[in-house]
Nanobody, 127 residues
Framework: QSQLEESGGGSVQSGGSLRLSCTHSVITLDSYAIAWFRRAPGKEREGVSCISSSGDQTHVKDFVKGRFTISRDNAKNTVYLQMDSLNPEDTAVYFC????????????????????WGQGTQVTVSS
């Protein structure tokens, strides 16, 4: 199956931290750019951060810059999203996605660039 697996979501208070993980039990992800997206209640899905296959290139949206850090450990076939200084506006379902035809990130955040998706993990931040 082409479904990615996210974990690490949960409920935290404002100012808290969470680390999300994204992996696949069968497919090796080390050739693909991987991105994190989120969908807040009543809003459209939006890109959050992306990392290239080697990890040497990252894109981070302005609204999480300085608070969220994307990284990957290709030996563990896992991409991480470290989220610090969380606030209630970060409440959303977070998805990871793989661009299997691209090793680099795209600043345009075209959704159709990503063909493997996870089911999402809920992040809830209370004030």
């Amino acid at each position: 199956q082409s479904q990615l697996e996210e974990s690490g979501g949960g409920s935290v208070q404002s100012g808290g931290s969470l680390r999300l993980s994204c992996t696949h039990s069968v497919i090796t992800l080390d050739s693909y750019a991987i991105a994190w997206f989120r969908r807040a209640p009543g809003k459209e899905r939006e890109g959050v951060s992306c990392i290239s296959s080697s990890g040497d290139q990252t894109h981070v949206k302005d609204f999480v810059k300085g608070r969220f850090t994307i990284s990957r450990d290709n030996a563990k076939n896992t991409v991480y999203l470290q989220m610090d200084s969380l606030n209630p506006e970060d409440t959303a379902v977070y998805f990871c996605a793989a661009a299997t035809h691209y090793s680099q990130c795209d600043s345009n955040w075209y959704l159709n660039r990503y063909d493997y998706w996870g089911q999402g993990t809920q992040v809830t931040v209370s004030s």
